[in-house]
């Protein structure tokens, strides 16, 4: 079994940092695509950004470089900075993984999303 933890969530105020990580763990063999959805109150999930293996990136419409991706293979880790964090940004914050487990079988894993509230 694979999953997925998000950390680093929690209240923050407007105009500050957020760095949420992803870290993946359980029976991997390797993983691909990763990537950051977000799902504020009332809207729909929404594309933040992904990052292949080789850390090749390509982020959502909305994002215009505010958020930058990350991931270290390694640790199996992947990380969402964004500085000038705006009420807007309050969301519930989602990674998923493209993972074949140790029987070569593949499948996309969600984690169970962290809270990210701007507010003062």
């Known amino acids: 079994q694979v999953q997925l933890v998000e950390s680093g969530g929690g209240m923050v105020q407007p105009g500050g940092s957020l760095r949420l990580s992803c870290a993946a763990s359980?029976?991997?063999?390797?993983?691909?695509?990763m990537g950051w959805y977000r799902q504020a109150p009332g809207k729909q999930r929404e594309l933040v950004g992904r990052?292949?293996?080789?850390?090749?990136?390509n982020y959502g419409d909305f994002v215009k470089g505010q958020f930058t991706i990350s991931r270290d293979n390694a640790k199996n880790t992947m990380y969402l900075q964004k500085n000038r964090l705006k009420p807007e940004d309050t969301a519930v914050y989602y990674c998923?993984?493209?993972?074949?487990?140790?029987?070569?079988?593949?499948?996309?894993?969600w984690g169970q999303g962290t809270q990210v509230t701007v507010s003062s």
């Open positions: 998923n993984a493209d993972v074949a487990d140790t029987s070569a079988i593949w499948k996309t894993y």
């Open positions: 990052i292949s293996r080789d850390g090749s990136t």
């Open positions: 359980g029976s991997i063999f390797r993983i691909d695509d």
